[in-house]
């Protein structure tokens, strides 16, 4: 059975830090790229990053270049998104999520990863 369970949000200022978690199970980072999505109240979803080792590619919107660094601990079966110098509007509940093809197509509103944890809320107040 495969699982996805975040852990690590919580409330930070503006200019903090966090480090989300994501404990995998049930198959292999060697055949699924792993994401961090994102989505606040009346917005859509959005993918933050993502990282394939099979494709070898680490992908970042834009807006988190420079400031998020997504990270996999194979000891921990567990990929990890360091996000330094937080912002008012990275405040979402953020995603983790898992599919073979992740990286080439999560930015595309219509497609729907195969796997999908529960969420974790980020909050960054002024």
């Known amino acids: 059975e495969v699982q996805l369970v975040e852990s690590g949000g919580g409330s930070v200022q503006a200019g903090g830090s966090l480090r989300l978690s994501c404990a995998a199970s049930?198959?292999?980072?060697?055949?699924?790229?792993i994401g961090w999505f994102r989505q606040a109240p009346g917005k859509e979803r959005e993918e933050v990053s993502c990282?394939?080792?099979?494709?070898?590619?680490?992908f970042y919107t834009d807006s988190v270049k420079g400031r998020f660094t997504i990270s996999i601990n194979n000891a921990k079966n567990s990929v990890y998104l360091q996000m330094n110098s937080l912002k008012t509007e990275d405040t979402a509940v953020y995603y983790c999520a898992a599919d073979p093809v992740l990286c080439r197509y999560g930015n595309l509103e219509t497609f729907s990863p195969d796997y999908w944890g529960q969420g974790t809320q980020v909050t960054v107040s002024s």
């Open positions: 990282i394939s080792r099979r494709d070898d590619v680490t």
């Open positions: 049930g198959f292999s980072f060697d055949d699924y790229a």
